[in-house]
């Protein structure tokens, strides 16, 4: 032990007792041991500040989890150190902090004694310590006066973020970085020193991008550049043409749009904000269930993110927000409608993170610009950002189909100023009851769009009131852009961008990119117990069923959901069938009925609808199995290759609807690894070359029945369009009119024969009908506009014969009367 140890130690030992009677720091990774566990090499920490309370917080993780101690001594070859710490930016003076230029000496010293020794090994481990940022805990109104930000701090600041933030603090260990791999052979040392220093400060400000997010004390700064942007001058030009007076009326307005897109975030609003936030989640859900949440904390070191989530609630802005900064990353900055920018909530969103923008961007050509240069500004900065590729909320648990606004426009940025790596980031939310449910079931039926309002907002507390369960949230498959770029179009990079044109083949791109993501959301489902239920349910007369009936067949559902995988990043819950019911009861979705033969489980009729958004939240996860139980609902033997045939038939239709993952060509294969999960269910049995169906009233005939029921609505409705086009003719009908035909027919359909369920007859789903019967050439739109159609629909009629009973295909066909065709259906 050196002089200094002796006088120092006891010192640190002193304050290290002090510190940890309030110091709590939380450590990531979970165990940093394992970060540099197999070598035997010295090891020195690198700070990026320094300080006594970062020294002290180092300490204490280092001796919980049987590291080195930082204020040991350091003896490498001909260097010997007191401590085995490297501060980068070692601060000066007490209240205001003054930054040392010149570098480490101690790194100097460990550097020129490497390079000498033809660079022998040392391990750099650097650990950014970030007051204020420790992931899941809970501030004072005090504390948020003192948390981390780009703010140079003085002592006397630092001295209150202790005090006030020992047990909020974030201490992240990051990969050893081995000294033998940067300093060369033949290196000067002064040379190996100011690149060792180069990478680690870089590292350190990736870190801070990553944990606290890019620096936003230059607001002004921003939007004057985006005034700058060659792009926003040349379309204030054009507006103002050489009128004087017209040229600073665009300027203002160009201003005004910037100031009323820009989000302004306060890092202070932030920490109020999540604090009340953990309030709201624990009064009104059981808690946020969050899965592969480890692929965020790799794809934020070194890449651009954009979050793209699905879209269910208005909750979805605030919940990602929340469970992103609760995991120590950066703050994304989330796209929201301009409708949401209303008093008070609009300013306190907008310091949360929110850039509004309008729905629509037609003819405001210097707006569009505007936002364009926004866009690509806060993208070269490093910023995280959040939108909804669907562009509002599904009203029906589907996903919608992408819109292709926000993802052009990021796409066409990082092509024209390619930066750090975008990497798109899948989120799934799964809810088991939602807030805005009886508002979406009143739109469907036909009701105006409830306005966004603060008065609306105060009416809602109410609901705050309620139990809504647990919260559901996965983290999907990220997409990487360079490789989508680098597959349609090698070489791109070398290209001359031009930013008035966009490449015919970015189009296919940002369409791919669209049809991607929507595919990696579904990939990532969250199964909730009340999905469970409700797919159950749904699929009988009455939404009744006995309780060994339900747990049977919820039972399956599990099974199933195991056996045909999806995707391994599927979450099941791993819950008894007791537990799943108990759990209905207590959200008040189902109720039970006492009967002497054993007790009834129901729904009610206005709970059933509600319930058929969360069926529909995982209908695409038993959507092949489900349509194989459908083709024996009618009849008990099928050929393998006929039951091939038949689903081959349904799945383009049944793949735009419940955005599925597999190709055309893939699906007899994913149809036969579903007839063996079937068949491995005893739900099915095989003799010879044929597919057989359990004897009629056996339960395991009950059990496929009601998987295949899943499936009827979806095949009801297809045929409902085949038979209004064959009834009217070929040739007479607009796409306009067979769409409002078609939902007017499927709303009297649901109030005479079923469930009066808005999901059945909603207009978007025979859209995309239509939309992939002209893709398919099906039908086609003739010169006047009418469809046009041959042979081929027919046979899509009378393969229907096979799936759907006889008395609904009546019900269908008498809705659309008798006429040319009919008897052929």
């Not at 797919?535 to 007369?541: D, F, G, S, V």
Request: glycine share 8%; hydrophobic share 40%; charged share 25%.
């Amino acid at each position: 032990m050196s002089i200094a140890e002796y006088i120092f130690r006891p010192w640190y030992w002193l304050a290290g007792k002090i510190f940890s009677l309030w110091a709590r720091p939380a450590v990531q990774p979970d165990d940093p041991a394992e970060l540099f566990a197999n070598t035997d090499a010295p090891v020195c920490y690198v700070l990026e500040t320094g300080g006594l309370a970062d020294t002290l917080a180092l300490e204490r993780l280092c001796k919980i989890h049987g590291l080195p101690s930082p204020t040991q001594g350091l003896d490498f070859l001909d260097a010997s150190e007191s401590r085995r710490i490297i501060v980068l930016r070692r601060m000066r003076g007490f209240f205001f902090r003054r930054t040392k230029t010149q570098g480490s000496k101690r790194l100097k010293r460990l550097v020129e004694a490497s390079v000498n020794a033809g660079g022998q090994e040392l391990l750099l481990v650097p650990v950014g310590i970030y007051w204020g940022r420790a992931p899941q805990k809970e501030h004072s109104w005090l504390t948020l006066l003192f948390s981390e930000n780009w703010d140079v701090a003085g002592r006397t600041r630092k001295f209150f973020a202790t005090v006030f933030q020992g047990r909020n603090t974030l201490v992240r260990f990051s990969h050893a970085l081995p000294l033998s791999t940067i300093v060369q052979d033949g290196l000067e040392p002064e040379v190996a020193f100011r690149k060792v220093s180069r990478i680690l400060r870089m590292h350190f400000r990736q870190r801070r991008i990553a944990t606290v997010g890019p620096d936003l004390s230059h607001r002004r700064t921003l939007l004057n550049d985006v005034l700058s942007d060659p792009n926003v001058r040349a379309a204030i030009a054009a507006e103002a043409g050489d009128s004087r007076v017209k040229l600073e009326r665009a300027t203002q307005n160009a201003r005004k749009y910037a100031n009323e897109i820009a989000a302004h975030i306060s890092y202070p609003t932030v920490r109020v904000v999540e604090r009340f936030l953990s309030w709201v989640w624990h009064r009104i859900y059981d808690g946020i269930e969050l899965q592969h949440v480890e692929r965020l904390h790799e794809e934020a070191k070194n890449n651009e993110i954009v979050y793209v989530p699905c879209h269910r609630s208005h909750f979805d802005y605030l919940l990602l927000s929340y469970i992103v900064y609760n995991q120590g990353l950066s703050l994304p900055h989330v796209a929201a409608g301009v409708n949401l920018n209303i008093p008070v909530i609009g300013a306190i969103l907008r310091r949360g993170g929110a850039f509004y923008l309008r729905r629509s961007f037609k003819g405001n050509r210097l707006y569009a610009t505007v936002f364009n240069a926004y866009l690509r500004i806060i993208l070269q900065r490093g910023h995280s950002i959040e939108y909804f590729v669907e562009g509002t909320r599904s009203r029906t648990g589907r996903l919608l189909s992408p819109k292709a606004g926000m993802l052009a426009m990021t796409v066409n940025s990082y092509i024209h100023n390619p930066g750090l790596p975008v990497v798109f980031i899948p989120v799934y939310f799964g809810y088991e009851k939602l807030i805005e449910g009886d508002s979406f079931i009143s739109e469907m039926g036909g009701a105006a769009k409830q306005k966004e309002s603060l008065f609306g907002l105060i009416r809602s507390i109410n609901a705050l009131r309620d139990y809504f369960g647990k919260v559901y949230v996965n983290i999907g498959e990220p997409i990487r852009l360079d490789d989508m770029l680098d597959e349609r179009k090698p070489g791109w990079r070398g290209a001359e961008p031009n930013e008035d044109e966009r490449p015919a083949w970015v189009a296919d791109v940002i369409d791919d990119l669209g049809v991607r993501i929507m595919g990696e959301i579904n990939a990532a489902a969250a199964v909730t117990p009340i999905s469970l239920l409700a797919y159950a349910l749904l699929a009988t007369p009455k939404q009744s069923m006995g309780e060994l009936e339900l747990k049977a067949q919820v039972g399956l559902s599990i099974r199933l959901l195991k056996r045909f995988k999806y995707s391994d990043l599927v979450t099941v819950p791993d819950w008894e069938t007791d537990e799943i019911i108990d759990h209905g009861e207590k959200l008040k979705v189902i109720s039970r009925t006492a009967h002497p033969l054993g007790d009834i489980v129901s729904m009610s009729e206005h709970e059933a609808v509600l319930m058929t958004y969360f069926r529909n939240n995982i209908q695409h996860l038993f959507a092949v199995p489900a349509s194989i139980a459908c083709c024996f609902i009618q009849g008990r033997r099928l050929a393998h290759t006929e039951l091939q045939r038949l689903i081959a038939m349904i799945y383009p239709f049944m793949r735009v609807e419940l955005r599925l993952q597999w190709g055309d060509d893939e699906v007899d294969d994913v149809t036969t690894t579903a007839i063996e999960a079937l068949i491995d269910e005893e739900i099915l049995t095989r003799e010879g070359d044929c597919l057989v169906r359990p004897p009629t009233g056996s339960a395991p005939a009950f059990q496929l029945m009601m998987l295949g029921q899943s499936m009827v609505p979806m095949l009801q409705r297809f045929y409902l369009v085949i038979a209004l086009l064959v009834r009217n003719g070929s040739g007479t009908l607009s796409r306009a009119k067979l769409e409002g035909l078609c939902q007017q027919s499927a709303q009297r359909l649901a109030m005479i024969y079923g469930l009066h369920s808005p999901d059945f007859f909603d207009k978007a789903l025979f859209q995309d009908f239509i939309r992939t019967l002209r893709e398919r050439e099906v039908v086609r739109r003739n010169s006047a506009g009418f469809l046009e159609f041959g042979d081929d629909i027919e046979r899509i009629g009378e393969d229907a014969r096979l799936v759907l009973g006889e008395e609904i295909r009546h019900s269908i066909l008498s809705l659309t009367f008798s006429g040319p065709g009919f008897d052929r259906l």
